[in-house]
């Protein structure tokens, strides 16, 4: 079983949709979790980080539940620019991110 | 924020041939540096945590006399490829971690160097 699992999509939105991603990790010791943002043939970039409270940075939305190993984004009033792949990370030891394979969005007009 | 480059962004190379990658923390002192790849339509894989000043710690199944990795000083790691072949080809992306950084284990991306060996 994979360390951080996601669903490949790729998802197809609208301009303005609501449109949700979740991650599960396999190992109850982890630590931190991310969601980076990873453009086409770019480096990941540090979306935000998410805590057991649950986050929100203006139309993005994540949360964790720990007992279920699992991790949302939600990400509100898509935009074009928003097309891009999401990357769920996890850290459960030192500090080396574990990455899922990553979600395709693409918002279209 | 931080800011971490790498070199060279892209590399194309005949099969045999040693290839070396930089990264490089511009703005601050990195202890550790980390080495992943990614094949296409892959997740990022870790292959390597660089310690300045010691020898790297190498993921399972990645050889440590192919991908040889030095971390001489705080701002500087070098990945070389050595004897790349085909299969070798990939997106090469280091990340360094700044300690002094809100939360220790936020890292800063390069923007990767792609290897074509041909």
């Known amino acids: 079983r994979k360390e951080v699992e996601q669903d490949p999509g790729p998802f197809n939105v609208p301009e303005g949709a609501t449109v949700a991603f979740n991650c599960t990790y396999s190992n109850s010791a982890s630590q931190s979790f991310f969601w980076y943002r990873q453009d086409c043939r770019k480096e990941p970039k540090l979306l935000m980080s998410?805590?057991?409270s649950g986050n929100e940075d203006g139309r993005f939305t994540a949360q964790l539940n720990r007992a279920s190993q699992y991790i949302s984004l939600l990400i509100r009033d898509s935009k074009l620019s928003d097309s891009a792949t999401y990357l769920c990370?996890?850290?459960?030891?030192?500090?080396?991110?574990?990455f899922g394979k990553g979600t395709s969005l693409l918002v279209t007009p | 924020g931080a800011v971490v480059s790498q070199h060279p962004s892209w590399v194309i190379c005949k099969s045999g041939t040693s290839v070396k990658i930089e990264c490089r923390s511009l703005?601050?002192?990195?202890?550790?540096m980390f080495w992943y790849r990614q094949f296409p339509k892959q997740s990022l894989m870790l292959m390597a945590t660089?310690?300045?000043?010691?020898?790297?710690?190498?993921e399972q199944g990645v050889e440590k006399d192919k991908f040889l990795i030095n971390h001489a000083s705080l701002t500087l790691s070098t990945l070389t490829v050595t004897s790349a072949h085909p299969e070798d080809s990939s997106f090469y992306i280091c990340?360094?971690?700044?300690?002094?950084?809100?939360?220790?284990?936020?890292?800063?991306f390069g923007p990767g160097t792609r290897l074509t060996v041909l």
């Open positions: 990340s360094a971690r700044d300690p002094l950084a809100g939360r220790g284990d936020t890292q800063y």
């Open positions: 703005d601050f002192q990195a202890t550790t």
């Open positions: 998410v805590y057991s």
């Open positions: 990370v996890v850290v459960h030891s030192g500090y080396a991110l574990n």
């Open positions: 660089s310690n300045e000043g010691s020898k790297a710690t190498y």
